[in-house]
Nanobody, 124 residues
Framework: VQLVEFGGGLVQAGDSLKISCAAS?????????MSWFRQVPGEEREFVAGISWKTSTYYPNSVKGRFAITRDNAKTTGYLQMNSLKPEDTAVYYCATGSRFNNIPTRPDEVRYWGQGTTVTVSS
């Protein structure tokens, strides 16, 4: 399975940005949960959003109400809509998937596949 992220960039505080993750090589995309993590240099990779194969969603308090994760199984693509961005949201964002029919991966050790990452920079 290959995951490729798109859409990172430089935005100002308060702006919105939508990043995408295209999955290929897995005909069972609709049966796997997808998550987004982020990482800044020197820190651990942090879970920011997840959507299960049943389309339930989960967010940590740090982004709840600002970020929204969705998926399009027909396009085997996941999305992360980020609103009201803050400078502290600056990071490399990674999409990730778990195993079939499993829960949303919320820890790096629960992830089966990673994308290469896309950089989001929020200026103040």
């Amino acid at each position: 399975v290959q995951l490729v992220e798109f859409g990172g960039g430089l935005v100002q505080a308060g702006d919105s940005l939508k990043i995408s993750c295209a999955a290929s090589g897995d005909p069972s995309f609709s049966t796997i949960s997808m998550s987004w993590f982020r990482q800044v240099p020197g820190e651990e990779r942090e879970f920011v959003a997840g959507i299960s194969w049943k389309t339930s969603t989960y967010y940590p308090n740090s982004v709840k109400g600002r970020f929204a994760i969705t998926r399009d199984n027909a396009k085997t693509t996941g999305y992360l809509q980020m609103n009201s961005l803050k400078p502290e949201d600056t990071a490399v964002y990674y999409c990730a998937t778990g195993s079939r029919f499993n829960n949303i991966p919320t820890r790096p050790d629960e992830v089966r596949y990673w994308g290469q990452g896309t950089t989001v920079t929020v200026s103040s």
